[in-house]
């Protein structure tokens, strides 16, 4: 390959990374305008439940012992 080849390959690579680098802005910017806009109307962003749901127990309680394996007679 030639240094121009080399060159338009660089070149290439040069303005696909500048329309990744504009369209993560572009994502950036919506997505803080929606967090904003969830915050200013009153909407609350992932509320940790309050209560256990009935079917969740502490860790203490839902070990269970190992199962003894059987010995072998004989």
């Known amino acids: 390959m030639t240094g121009a080849d080399w060159q338009r390959i660089l070149r290439i690579m040069d303005e696909v990374y500048a329309d990744y680098l504009s ?3 572009a994502l ?3 997505v803080v305008g ?4 969830k915050l200013s ?3 609350v962003l992932d509320r ?3 209560e256990p749901s009935p079917r969740e127990r502490p860790a203490s309680a ?4 190992r ?4 010995r072998s007679r004989g």
């Open 34 to 37: 929606d967090v904003k806009r």
């Open 23 to 25: 369209g993560m802005v």
């Open 67 to 70: 199962a003894r394996g059987r």
């Open 48 to 50: 940790p439940d309050l």
């Open 41 to 43: 109307d009153g909407e």
């Open 62 to 65: 839902a070990r269970h012992r």
């Open 28 to 30: 950036r910017k919506r």
